[in-house]
């Protein structure tokens, strides 16, 4: 293992337990203000956001194997599934919790409020941090002034649609193990994480996350704000929609058998 990639590993490592310890300390002194649910998604998406910028930053410049990246991949989603502590970390999984009446609307935009000041705060934190140059590939990538460029390889409207594809399959995982016991549910939504980041990531990065998006597409160079909205944030809005839709209504529409009373009259004779 390379010195580049054990720094970034302590960073991770490094950035997760601040994270948790933050969050548990936080979460205990607000217990009584209502305002512990907020905090805990500020704090989540901030390590939600921070995490992905060093595995972006390790597959984009560190050049790392793509079997070791999407290890990582791997790893991180469960580890963010299991310290979350009932953050979302997505502005499509907040809406699809006020849809379902989970979360009223207006608990639901302060939570994304929430996912998208802590995408931002990473997205300076982060800069800081490689300042430092911990590692030869942090200060390479400070000596570039910490450019990025694009990851759009295809038509805006093929790229949106495979956000659209990855959050449709990640929302769908969501749904249907519910009943699973946290400790292996991680793991299934880690496996489809990881397969659609394998999937999509040569042609959009695969992020199918708003806020962090924002947090690490948006500040790269090669398309405008527009585009990165109707990829990023179009296509990962509508494949949640479609997912819960299919899912709530047509699925169990076409499951529904029909009543004796809408037979055919022949059908009802024979009866």
């Known amino acids: 293992m390379s010195a580049d990639v054990a720094v970034s590993l302590a960073v991770l490592a490094g950035i997760v337990v601040l994270s948790d310890v933050t969050r548990r300390l936080l979460a205990r002194a607000l217990a009584d203000t209502g305002l512990s649910e907020y905090v805990v998604e500020l704090v989540s998406t901030f390590q939600l956001c921070c995490c992905t910028h060093e595995l972006k930053l390790l597959s984009e410049v560190g050049g790392i194997e793509p079997g070791l990246a999407l290890t990582f991949t791997y790893l991180a989603s469960v580890v963010h599934g299991l310290t979350f502590s009932g953050a979302i970390g997505n502005p499509s999984g907040a809406l699809e919790r006020a849809y379902h009446a989970k979360l009223s609307g207006s608990r639901a935009l302060r939570r994304i409020a929430c996912q998208f000041a802590a995408a931002a705060a990473a997205r300076a934190a982060v800069q800081r941090l490689w300042g430092v140059g911990l590692s030869r590939l942090h200060a390479r990538h ?102 819960v839709l299919l899912f709530d209504k047509l699925v169990p529409a076409l499951s529904t058998k029909p009543s004796p009373r809408h037979l055919p009259t022949e059908s009802k004779k024979k009866a």
């Open 142 to 243: 400070k000596l570039f002034g910490f450019r990025c460029t694009s990851p759009i390889h295809a038509p805006l409207h093929e790229a949106a649609a495979v956000e659209l594809a990855c959050a449709f399959a990640v929302q769908t995982v969501i749904t249907h193990t519910q009943s699973v016991q946290e400790k292996f549910r991680v793991h299934a939504v880690a496996a489809v994480i990881t397969t659609a980041v394998y999937a999509g990531g040569s042609v959009t990065g695969a992020v199918f996350n708003p806020a962090l998006a924002f947090s690490t597409q948006f500040p790269c160079s090669g398309h405008s704000f527009l585009e990165y909205c109707v990829v990023y944030w179009l296509g990962p809005l509508l494949g949640m929609m479609s997912s």
